[in-house]
């Protein structure tokens, strides 16, 4: 299957400071980037869809001017948590949209994930 | 609306014994359907899909699984387990509503394997 990196792996930070999330799609370009964000012993939660060139599309509740995300080029999507608090530390996982050879060929490639802690 | 309901939220099984981990959907779409295995830590892995093709699909791992429209399912088995694969898995469809095409989750199995 396609590759999703993810960067960094893990993340520690003061609270108040800004921490940025990389997504790459390493060998098909994805016009659209999904991020997620995972509690313990949860499933996933989507917090934006990403789309490039465009605005990101947000989930009700995710705090747009929180989670600023930024989808520059067809294999780059970025997560940007902006002054972070204890309560943000989580899993933040990406995936990317291979669109296949039609609707209904479509699959989302995951992203390893990025662990942050905020102190 | 779309939804998944994963019927049980922990199995247990011996290796080298059937695993069985059930799906449900509704949708009022003609569906696409995943499973995904996520490993403590890690992202998650595609297991396998079905995209309107074949009802009986092959994966990786030996993973299997059937489409059942009747039943609304898309379970998930391997004849025989092994001890890699317990992990949480993950049962998802694809909203093919509007352009924003989200896949909804199930809540996941957690699939332990004892020796």
């Known amino acids: 299957g396609a590759v999703v990196s993810q960067h960094p792996s893990r993340v520690i930070c003061k609270s108040g400071t800004s921490v940025k999330i990389e997504c790459r799609s390493l060998?098909?370009?994805?016009?659209?980037m999904f991020w997620y964000r995972q509690f313990p012993k949860q499933s996933l939660m989507l917090m934006a869809t990403?789309?490039?060139?465009?605005?990101?599309?947000?989930e009700q509740g995710v705090e747009k001017d929180k989670f600023l995300i930024n989808h520059a080029s067809l294999t780059l999507s970025t997560l940007t948590v902006t002054s972070a608090h204890p309560e943000d530390s989580s899993f933040y996982i990406c995936?990317?949209?291979?669109?296949?050879?039609?609707?209904?060929?479509?699959?989302?490639?995951f992203g390893p994930g990025t662990r942050l802690l905020v102190l | 609306a779309q939804s998944v309901t994963q019927l049980d939220s922990h199995v247990s099984v011996s290796e080298g014994t059937p695993v069985l981990l059930r799906c449900n959907y509704s949708?009022?779409?003609?569906?696409?359907l995943f499973w995904y295995v996520q490993h403590p830590n890690k992202g998650l892995q595609l297991l396998l899909k079905?995209?309107?093709?074949a009802t009986l699909v092959k994966g990786i791992n030996g993973f299997e699984a059937e489409f059942k429209k009747s039943e609304t399912s898309f379970h998930l088995t391997k004849p025989s387990a092994h001890m890699s694969d317990a992990a949480e898995h993950f049962c998802?469809?694809?909203?093919?509503?509007?352009?924003?095409?989200?896949?909804?989750w199930g809540l996941g199995t957690s699939l332990a394997v004892n020796p």
């Open positions: 995936s990317a949209r291979d669109p296949g050879t039609g609707p209904y060929q479509e699959t989302q490639y």
């Open positions: 060998d098909f370009q994805a016009t659209t």
């Open positions: 990403s789309n490039e060139g465009s605005k990101a599309t947000y």
């Open positions: 949708s009022s779409y003609s569906p696409s």
């Open positions: 079905y995209t309107s093709a």
């Open positions: 998802g469809v694809i909203d093919h509503a509007g352009n924003n095409r989200k896949l909804i």
